[in-house]
């Protein structure tokens, strides 16, 4: 069963949320996300409806890596994968930190673009991983081919540390730490208690 496990209202394009992902129910959806030519780094372009199941059931499965489906407005829109980078993808290729947490995102294919999605999404995204005041820097590694993400990430804050060479890619190593993305942004991440926690 999914549930919504954030929400945010982006001042311009309105309502987003996350939902955790169903492996079985979500394969269909993601199969149409991962193998149009615009999700080209990720990697998927090949494959079929059985082996986007597999895959995300093995994330699902995974201790250390999740994904979820993006809303805005109620219908399902992006991809977002949470996971831990000293664990998998970077193990040993990076210096890792306490607090460190991997991302991807993955926007679906629009017929007609809305300008300034992806900004929101990725700003929606990070705001998810700040929102657990456990997080203290969000690591990525997106093609050094990808220059759109690069603008992207550095709108919302990364500064590049570096290429890393994957077994997959040459990777652009990037980090963003919870004052350098508020610093970008204008947004506060401080997590305040709820008011049914809040002392009496």
């Not at 090949?46 to 082996?51: E, I, K, N, S, V």
């Not at 970077?90 to 629009?110: K, Q, R, T």
């Not at 804050?157 to 970008?184: N, Q």
Request: glycine share 6%; net charge negative.
């Amino acid at each position: 069963m999914t549930a919504v496990v954030y929400r945010r209202v982006d001042p311009r394009l309105g309502g987003f949320a996350l939902r955790t992902l169903d492996p079985d129910a979500d394969a269909t959806l993601l199969h149409g996300w991962v193998t149009h030519p615009k999700a080209a780094y990720w990697l998927m372009l090949d494959a079929d409806r059985a082996r986007v199941a597999a895959e995300y059931r093995r994330i699902h499965e995974h201790p250390h890596h999740d994904a979820f489906v993006g809303l805005w407005q109620d219908r399902s829109a992006f991809l977002a994968e949470r996971y831990d980078p000293a664990r998998i993808e970077l193990v040993g290729l990076y210096d890792a930190a306490e607090g460190d947490v991997g991302m991807h995102f993955l926007c679906a294919p629009a017929e007609t673009p809305v300008h300034g999605f992806t900004l929101a999404v990725i700003t929606t995204v990070m705001a998810w991983l700040f929102a657990d005041p456990a997080t203290r820097r969000v690591v990525v590694e997106p093609d050094v081919r990808n220059t759109a993400v690069h603008a992207l990430n550095a709108a919302v804050g990364f500064e590049v540390v570096g290429p890393v060479a994957k077994p997959e890619k040459e990777a652009l190593l990037s980090v963003c730490t919870r004052a350098m993305f508020e610093k970008a942004t204008g947004l506060d991440t401080t997590v305040r208690p709820s008011p049914e926690e809040s002392p009496a």
